[in-house]
């Protein structure tokens, strides 16, 4: 029994049944991510001792007769940018390299609590900026279809451990398609839930107004069920909303016949790879025959999405990432004589390149004079772009698009031009300005690659997107494939 | 402007422009964004959680007892309460501030345009307050090696203060005198702690001035070049450093120079002030809106329950003590100058009957008690109280105890003579007038024949002074009062004495 492959409702019934323990469980997810380690490298850090104290404990439940959670004994690991009591969390940066933080995230803390076991903290972007994890400072993770091409970023650890089966379910962080872009490189389910759905609250900040955690999983069963498990209010997160949450995987198995799923014009023009947009359309076909009504419309501030991104995730970054200055943990530069030298030398080593270019934009763009013609500019942008989804739901359910314009493509193809890097994330930038949430599932391959498929819902509504994509997979089978690492 | 002041003004040859930026920290029982205590001191970084400290992924949560206050004392200085404000982050790089950005309110301020009312010379003045709003403290560096930060081999940290919640109250340039900045900080001081929303103690820190100054020509209109000053930490160095700085700025005009624009801190050892950075050196530090907390919205309704806790302000509680009791004004402003002395005030006015509601004017028996009681704090209590480490927050002469001194005198039981002692002995010990004057027996002599027997009997022992008297020495009287008292050790009732001397010299 290849148990790498299985889905968490799967294994969960097979703990229930007694057919493997989570002893068994969590030592397979062990063997399994030492044998596919040299070829993905996703983890930076791995968490075996603790993971089988941990499954001892939900063996002896069992044992016991008592009942477990739905996600008690699943292993599991997290993208290294959220907060887990005493194990490292570098967010890939050398600035953090050996920060080990003294207490959990919220959704550390709910993961625990739903009886999940943490497996490791997985490969980044550092600090979440870009969309390959080459930004790494450690190393590159690689898209277990092809181990010479991307898995996409920035949390393209999460993505290619769900992907290459090294964990059953992982959790990233998005703010600009960081869960949404590698979720669609690697050929796996990837939520990028409503702004203040799931609790911020020990996630290391890139951009506060923009990130969001969510799940990655195998299929759209296991999305709504961590999901189950990670939103709702949080009274540590100021900007999480007190609304109700629904029984997400409850909801699964409704027929969509006469859903309104809008195409929006601007997200199938030009820079969409042919071969993409061929599946996608294959893919609305297959919506329609399930009798979704399906329409065009427009969102025409998309052009600003990513001028007005690159503004003001920059500018959050700038301020939030000064914490780090070598005077109480993390990185320090020994080479230091005086106090200004050290904050300088520390921030100039500590830190990579992509993440020094965004810091430099965004303290330009906050700077005295250039205040209003940047930031607060964009912040009404930012305004007219959620205006556009507004309008658009008015008419549709769901909106569809390509998740990303291409297919993974190869390492060092896009690093020498930061621009056409940020081109990478065109059709996802806009669902974070607007603080909506957005599903990623396979659409099916172009040339033996995962083609990812997105799905826009309004704010609040990830019960609907999951019902939609939850019919897409039913109708298609489009999750039961794996790649093959051969090992 | 009284006399003096506006004669001073006129031998100077600017005229001075001030403003003040006063920060306070509100005493709450928590930080502003976290759970951790506000209390003073403590082992260094032993009040500090993971969100005070700004570790990666922490947030904030807004203490709501903190907008409270905030509100509280915008009410007392009259200003609008903003029904949407928000938080803003003011970015800058130091060790003491562990996110390199101090969560503050940058263009919607809680609380705006206000005013506070002042007096110089008995002269009344408003002076407007531009804004008051809600920010977070920063730690505190301690130096190794050397007192200062010049010549210390290393440094450390400590952010036990770090997230106190401050309040930032900003004046218009409306201070024309080094007076009016002092009677301004100790109005500010009273109001604030009259709204009990911090215990102000500049010692502590929890009070910090600085003041923007200038000058410029009689007449001229525009302001002059101003210079900010920091590192004020009580009355005496606010007086000195403007006193200073005034000179300075002064000497530089005359000379035909230019004031640099600047911020300048001052030195308490060495008198003066010191350039800290110029114009160009300044921060930009970069305001944005804190992304991590909600804008504050707040209604109307409760804006009215904040109203409704705010105690009766120190200038209408003045007018209440002159009206209703007929205070003089320079006492009552005395009396309610802070709120402590105040409430212990009327507390006594209870204790002896005679408290009345405002508006009512008391009756002459009741004037008198009041004037009694007045009296007896501006004189003894406050100096025995600034004497001692006591206030009149825990005097050890309660309102109660004081009023029973009071009552022994006014039923003539001792004498004022016998009063004085006996108050002295009742801040000592804590106990009641009656207890001590029983314990020492020094209950006033009035009963007629004791006296008169005493009285026969002085005028016995001392012949040569009775014929004194009836020669017409009218001081030969005086010394056989004094006699009298003498052989009573005080307690005679002076009335008697002298009654009863007049009569028995008749009969000779």
């Known amino acids: 029994m290849k148990l790498y492959t299985k889905k968490a409702h799967e294994l969960h019934d097979l703990l229930v049944n007694k057919e493997i323990s989570a002893a068994e469980l969590v030592r397979a997810q062990a063997e399994r991510i030492e044998a596919a380690e040299p070829k993905v490298q996703a983890f930076i850090t791995r968490t075996l001792d603790d993971a089988m104290a941990q499954a001892a404990k939900v063996d002896a439940k069992i044992a016991a007769g008592e009942a477990i959670g739905p996600l008690e004994g699943i292993p599991m690991a997290l993208k290294d940018n959220m907060c887990t009591d005493g194990v490292r969390t570098t967010c890939a940066s050398k600035i953090l390299h050996n920060f080990v933080p003294p207490y959990d995230a919220t959704v550390v803390t709910k993961l625990k609590e739903a009886g999940a076991i943490l497996m490791g903290k997985c490969n980044m972007d550092e600090f979440a900026m870009g969309s390959s994890t080459e930004n790494s400072r450690f190393f590159a993770t690689r898209n277990p279809w092809d181990i010479e091409r991307v898995p996409g970023g920035s949390s393209g650890g999460s993505a290619a451990a769900v992907a290459a089966g090294q964990a059953v379910f992982t959790l990233g962080s998005d703010t600009g398609g960081s869960i949404r872009q590698p979720a669609a490189f690697c050929g796996v389910v990837g939520m990028k839930p409503t702004y203040g759905a799931v609790s911020r609250f020990g996630l290391v900040a890139f951009a506060s107004s923009l990130d969001q955690i969510g799940p990655f999983t195998r299929d759209v069963r296991d999305n709504a069920r961590v999901m189950n498990a990670i939103a709702g209010y949080d009274l540590k997160d100021s900007t999480s909303a007190p609304v109700d949450y629904p029984d997400y995987e409850a909801l699964l198995g409704q027929s969509v016949k006469g859903w309104r799923i809008g195409l929006p014009k601007e997200y199938f023009g030009e820079g969409i790879d042919p071969e993409v947009k061929a599946v996608i359309e294959k893919a609305v076909k297959v919506l329609e025959g399930l009798g979704a009504e399906i329409g065009e419309c427009s969102l025409p501030h998309t052009e600003y999405a990513l001028p007005v991104y690159y503004l003001i995730a920059p500018a959050e970054a700038s301020s939030n990432l000064a914490r780090y200055d070598g005077v109480r943990y993390g990185y320090r530069s020994e080479e230091a004589p005086d106090l200004i030298t050290m904050f300088k030398k520390t921030r100039a080593e500590g830190f990579g390149e992509e993440v020094k270019r965004r810091i430099m934009l965004g303290t330009y763009a906050l700077s005295s004079g250039y205040y209003d013609a940047y930031y607060l500019k964009a912040q009404k942008v930012r305004t007219l772009i959620k205006g556009d989804f507004d309008q658009a739901y008015e008419k549709f359910d769901v909106l569809l698009s390509p998740t990303s314009p291409t297919v993974a493509f190869k390492f060092g193809d896009r690093t020498d031009n930061p621009l056409q890097m940020y081109l990478s994330d065109i059709c996802t930038l806009s669902v974070n300005l607007a603080g909506i949430p957005a599903l990623n599932i396979n659409a099916g391959f172009a040339n033996g690659l995962p083609v990812g498929l997105q799905l826009m819902g309004k704010a609040f509504d990830e019960a609907k997107l999951l019902q939609l994509a939850y019919a897409y997979e039913q109708a298609t089978g489009c999750h039961s494939q794996t790649p093959d690492l051969g090992v | ?508």
Request: net charge negative; with cysteine; hydrophobic share 40%.
């Open chain 2, 1 to 508: 402007m009284n006399n003096e002041t506006m004669q001073m003004e006129r031998d100077f040859d600017f005229e001075i422009v001030m403003g003040l930026e006063v920060h306070v920290e509100l005493h709450t029982k928590s930080k502003i964004f976290c759970g951790c205590t506000t209390e003073f001191g403590g082992d260094q970084n032993t009040h500090v959680c993971p969100v005070c400290l700004g570790l990666p992924g922490v947030l904030p949560v807004l203490n709501k007892q903190v907008v409270d206050y905030a509100m509280k004392a915008g009410l007392a200085l009259n200003c609008e309460i903003a029904e949407f404000s928000k938080f803003d982050r003011k970015n800058y790089f130091y060790p003491d501030l562990p996110k390199a950005y101090q969560v503050s309110q940058y263009d919607l301020p809680i609380a705006k345009d206000g005013y506070l009312d002042i007096e110089v010379g008995g002269n009344p003045k408003r002076i407007g307050i531009t804004r008051v709003h809600m920010e977070e403290d920063a730690g505190k560096l301690v130096h190794g090696g050397a007192a200062n930060l010049a010549g210390a081999e290393y440094s450390m940290a400590d952010y036990n203060r770090t997230g106190v919640p401050l309040i930032e109250i900003v004046s218009e340039p409306d201070i024309r005198s080094i007076e009016e900045a002092v009677a301004y900080l100790e109005r500010l001081k009273a109001i604030l702690e009259y709204t009990e929303v911090s215990d102000c103690k500049m010692e502590q820190g929890s009070l910090r001035c600085d003041a923007n100054v200038s000058l410029r020509p009689w007449g001229q209109k525009e302001f002059g070049t101003k210079a900010e000053l920091k590192n004020m930490n009580s009355f005496k160095a606010l007086q000195r450093a403007l006193e200073y700085e005034v000179e300075r700025q002064a000497e530089i005009l005359r000379d035909g120079g230019k004031i640099l624009q600047e911020t300048r801190m001052w030195d308490e050892a060495k008198g003066m002030t010191i350039s800290l950075r110029s114009k160009e050196e300044a921060h930009d530090y970069r305001y944005f809106p804190e992304p991590d907390l909600v804008p504050l919205v707040i209604s109307r309704e409760w804006v009215d329950r904040v109203k409704a806790t705010l105690p009766e302000m120190p200038h209408v509680r003045k007018e209440r003590l002159v009206h209703t009791y007929g205070l003089p004004a320079y006492d009552a402003g005395i009396i309610t100058g802070s709120k402590a002395m105040a409430d212990y005030f009327d507390s006594a006015c209870k204790a002896f009957g005679v408290d009345t509601p405002s508006g009512v004017e008391a009756d002459d028996k009741a004037k008198e008690r009041a004037k009694q009681i007045s009296n007896y704090m501006m004189g003894e209590l406050t100096r025995l109280l600034n004497a001692s480490e006591f206030g009149y927050l825990n005097s050890p002469v309660t309102p109660e105890n004081l009023v029973g001194l009071l009552q022994l005198l006014e039923a003539g039981t001792i004498s004022t003579k016998i009063a004085k002692t006996v108050f002295e002995d009742m801040f000592a010990t804590g106990k009641p007038a009656k207890a001590i004057v029983e314990e020492k027996g020094l209950v006033q002599i009035s009963d007629e024949g004791a006296i008169a027997s005493i009285v026969r009997d002085i005028l016995t022992a001392n012949p040569s002074v009775v014929a004194d008297f009836k020669a017409g020495k009218e001081k030969a009287m005086g010394f056989l009062v004094g006699q009298a008292m003498k052989a009573t050790k005080g307690k005679a009732n002076p009335g008697l004495v002298n009654k009863l001397l007049k009569e028995e010299l008749e009969k000779l």
